[in-house]
T-cell receptor, first 114, second 110 residues
């Protein structure tokens, strides 16, 4: 199992450009999440998806959109990138067992917006 | 609103010098407390989940404990390869969403 994979690993954008961050998991998990990690701020939830076809806002959703393409894939789109979106982005997924909220993370995408 | 505070922000130890990291939390109805390890340039790696006060879990040189207000990650006789940032998170009755602390950066010198 590859677990949670993310592409690309690194990206540099100019202000106003758009891009989509891709995430896929091969663990048959229903729930998937997008976080951003900034120095001094910890991991903050952007959007999450409890199942295929559903998405919900997290703590910092402004400037982002998401698509749950199927059970495996959950993408994050920046329509018009801003320097404030320079960050490291992590995707995570969670097993479907009711008894646990444990999430498993991908390797991250490091995004710089100039 | 759930809150997680980790201390210290950074900790330097000599190899073999045992210590503890602290995670204080406030949450409405704790569903779980989570410890992760994060190496530079990598994603968080799951270590432990604790569900109720009094619970303890161990993995190699790491032992996690939980009370009603805080959790400790005890590191016994650490080695340089234990150097990493350790993250604490909680989930409450609001659902499966996790609230993270800012982490403790641990450096173990040989």
């Amino acid at each position: 199992n590859a677990g949670v994979t993310q592409t690309p690993k690194f990206q540099v954008l100019k202000t106003g450009q758009s891009m989509t961050l891709q995430c896929a998991q091969d663990m048959n998990h229903n729930s998937m999440y997008w976080y951003r990690q900034d120095p001094g701020m910890g991991l903050r939830l952007i959007y999450y998806s409890a199942s295929e076809g559903t998405t919900d806002k997290g703590e910092v959703p402004n400037g982002y959109n998401v698509s749950r393409l199927n059970k495996r894939e959950f993408s994050l789109r920046l329509e018009s990138a801003a320097p404030s979106q320079t960050s490291v982005y992590f995707c995570a997924s969670r097993p479907d067992r009711v008894s646990t909220d444990t999430q498993y993370f991908g390797p991250g995408t490091r995004l710089t917006v100039l | 609103e759930d809150q997680v505070t980790q201390s210290p922000e950074a900790l330097r130890l000599q190899e073999g010098e045992s210590s503890s990291l602290n995670c204080s939390y406030t949450v409405s109805g704790l569903r779980g407390l989570f410890w992760y390890r994060q190496d530079p340039g990598k994603g968080p790696e799951f270590l432990f989940t604790l569900y109720s006060a009094g619970e303890e879990k161990e993995k190699e040189r790491l032992k996690a404990t939980l009370t009603k207000k805080e959790s400790f990650l005890h590191i016994t006789a650490p080695k340089p390869e234990d150097s990493a940032t350790y993250l604490c998170a909680v989930s409450g009755t609001s659902g499966s969403r996790l609230t993270f602390g800012e982490g403790t950066q641990l450096t173990v010198n040989p």
